[in-house]
C-alpha cells in the first residue's frame, strides 16, 4: 500500500520570499512522485515528477522538489513567490511496479501568497 | 492539441436520481482515470480504464460504474444518488502504461462539479 503525507494544510508566504512544501510518501516498491498544482475552479497541473533518475527534478514555474529515499520525502520548493503561485498543491506518489494509473495524493496544501 | 474535456462542467441533481458524466481524452491517449475531489476527503481515486476495459478500481460502492468506448471516451455513472456523492469529478488521461517502464504523465480536465440536493 502506499499513502502520502503533506505535512502543512496550509501556507502563507510574502511575494519574492522562499516557498517551501514538505511532503512525505509511504511505499512498498519503487514509486513515481509528482506535485500537482490546482488553482481555484481549475483541474490538476503537473508541475514535476520524480521517476527514479536524477533526485533533483526541475520542473514548471521556477518549482522543484528533491527526491530523498532516506527520508521517504518529497518537498516542493521555489525560490521566490509569486502571486500567481497562490493555489493548492498536492505531493502524488504511483507504484512504478504496477500495470496502470493509480494516483494517491495527499491531502494538500493551500498557498496564500501576501503582497 | 486539446486538452481533456468533461461534459458537464455543472450538475444539480436530487437523491435517489442518477447521473452520468463524460471524458474525452486527448488525442491518441488510451487511459482514462476517474478521481473524485470533496472537502472531506480529499482526491480519491474511481477507476482506470484501458482499451474498453477496467484495468483498476479504487474503493467506493457498486454505486459508482464507468466504461470505455473505442474511440477511448469514458463515461462514468453514479445510480441512487446520496447527499455525499456532492463532489468534483475528475478525468485524467495518460498515453499507454506498461509495468516497468516509467510512468506516463496523466492530464487531469478541469472537473464535472456535482451537486446532490
Known amino acids: 500500500a502506499q499513502s502520502v503525507t503533506q505535512l502543512d494544510s496550509h501556507v502563507s508566504v510574502s511575494e519574492g520570499t522562499p516557498v517551501l512544501l514538505r511532503c512525505n510518501y509511504s511505499s512498498s516498491y519503487s514509486p513515481s512522485l509528482f506535485w500537482y498544482v490546482q488553482h481555484p475552479n481549475k483541474g490538476l497541473q503537473l508541475l514535476l515528477k520524480?521517476?527514479?533518475?536524477?533526485?533533483l527534478v526541475k520542473g514548471i514555474n521556477g518549482f522543484e522538489a528533491e527526491f530523498k529515499k532516506s527520508e521517504t520525502s518529497f518537498h516542493l520548493t521555489k525560490p521566490s513567490a509569486h502571486m500567481s503561485d497562490a493555489a493548492e498543491y498536492f505531493c502524488v506518489v504511483s507504484d512504478q511496479r504496477a500495470a496502470g494509473n493509480k494516483l494517491t495524493f495527499g491531502g494538500g496544501t493551500r498557498v496564500l501568497v501576501k503582497p | 492539441k486539446a486538452g481533456v474535456t468533461q461534459t458537464p462542467r455543472y450538475l444539480i441533481k436530487t437523491r435517489g436520481q442518477q447521473v452520468t458524466l463524460s471524458c474525452s481524452p486527448i488525442?491518441?491517449?488510451?487511459?482514462v482515470s476517474w478521481y473524485q475531489q470533496t472537502p472531506g476527503q480529499g482526491l480519491q481515486f474511481l477507476f482506470e480504464y484501458f482499451s474498453e476495459t477496467q484495468r483498476n478500481k479504487g474503493n467506493f460502492p457498486g454505486r459508482f460504474s464507468g466504461r470505455q468506448f473505442s474511440n477511448s471516451r469514458s463515461e462514468m455513472n453514479v445510480s441512487t444518488l446520496e447527499l455525499g456523492d456532492s463532489a468534483l469529478y475528475l478525468c485524467a488521461s495518460s498515453l499507454v502504461f506498461r509495468a516497468g517502464v516509467g510512468y506516463n504523465e496523466q492530464f487531469f480536465g478541469p472537473g464535472t462539479r456535482l451537486t446532490v440536493l
Open positions: 488525442s491518441g491517449h488510451r487511459s
Open positions: 520524480y521517476t527514479s533518475a536524477a533526485t
